[in-house]
Structures are given as C-alpha cells and as structure tokens.
C-alpha cells in the first residue's frame, strides 16, 4: 500500500498539464487491493462531486455512474481487496469556472508516467476500462497489440485482448449517458464475462 500512497502523493505536485495551477488528486480507496491483484479498474478521471465529497477514487462515491459501477461489481463475488480502482487521469484542474470534462490527448499522454507505476505497483492479472477515454489511453500505452488498436467499444465490446500483459477487458462506461446506448441489462452481462477471462488467465497462468 506505501507504493500506491507514495505514488498518489507525489501526483498532487505534478505540473506536467497545468503548471503552477492546483490540481485534485483523490487518493485510492483504502478498500482496493494494493499488490497482485486480480482486476485495475480504470475510469476515466476523478469527477468534481463524487471524487470532490469523499476524496477518494471508490465506486462508493455519491454519484449515478459509480452506484451502477458498484451494482455491476458486485454480481461478480469478487473479494473488494483483489481490486484496485484509479483512472486514465488521476487528477483535474482546480481553477474557478472549471466544469468536468473529459481529458485531452496531452493529458492522457501525460498521465502514462502515472499509470505505468501503478500497473507495476499492483501487478493487476487483467485490466478492465470503463469508456472510451481509458480505452483511448491504452490503445496509446500498448502501441503494440494489433487487437488493441482495431477495438471498439460499438463492435467489440465483451471480447478481451489478449496480445498484451496483462490482458485488457474494455466496457462502456458506467454513467447514466452511457447506459443509452449500451443499457443497464447489456452492461451487466458485459461484467459476468470478466469471471470467465480470470478463470482463462488463470488456466494459462499469465
């Protein structure tokens, strides 16, 4: 856990975006996992209200898309510390007039030097995306895998990747704007399918 501390805690002084302009870096959920675990969740970046209110990164946020996030979670009997929880952007700008928006390329380029230490921290088994922001963020991180850069969520969500380490599961968002193309029903058996590809993983001991 002092790694993943460590690494968030530096991040509240990180100027590689917005410069001298304070920025919100909630912190993990003390509830995730912090090493070896089975699943990295990555959302798309903290949100002024749920992030805001409780300060930290959790699908327990006062908010519509984390509620369904949790819902979706917890049809999947997974134990809440063989998880961890963060975004494709770990933080948002804290200026006045600030509204939440999603990230640009520079900032999801940018926060790969974040990510890249928390994937090594936590050594997920598989990662799982919610919205096309993270999927968008780790077609950039693993330039490499060929399944990965012909992925959409329209054509191909419910199928995993599987020419990278660790494998990758990306889903629609949980939010409620999400949910009118990909509905409540679609998206809860979307999640059922992760058991099956922990048990694949685990068959081929990746």
């Not at 749920?50 to 917890?74: M, Q, R, V």
């Amino acid at each position: 856990m002092s790694e993943i501390k460590g690494i968030f805690k530096e991040a509240r002084n990180c100027k590689r975006c917005y410069g001298d302009v304070p920025i919100h870096v909630p912190r993990p959920d003390p509830k995730n996992g912090f090493e070896n675990v089975k699943i990295i969740f990555i959302n798309e970046r903290p949100g002024r209200i749920g992030t805001g209110e409780s300060g930290y990164i959790s699908f327990e946020n006062n908010d519509p898309s984390a509620h369904h996030f949790h819902e979706c979670f917890e049809s999947l009997k997974i134990s809440r510390t063989e998880i961890f929880i963060s975004n494709a952007c770990i933080c948002h700008p804290t200026y006045e007039g600030y509204i939440d928006r999603a990230p640009s390329q520079k900032e999801i380029k940018n926060c790969h030097f974040w990510l890249e230490r928390q994937l090594k921290a936590v050594n997920p088994k598989l990662i799982v995306t919610l919205g096309n922001i993270p999927l968008k963020s780790l077609k950039l991180f693993f330039k490499n895998s060929k399944q990965l850069k012909n992925f959409t969520l329209k054509n191909n969500v419910g199928v995993a990747i599987t020419d990278t380490k660790p494998w990758i599961y990306p889903l629609y968002h949980t939010s409620l704007r999400a949910r009118l193309t990909r509905n409540t029903e679609q998206q809860k058996k979307d999640w059922l399918k992760i058991v099956g590809i922990l048990k694949e993983i685990e068959s081929k001991r990746l």
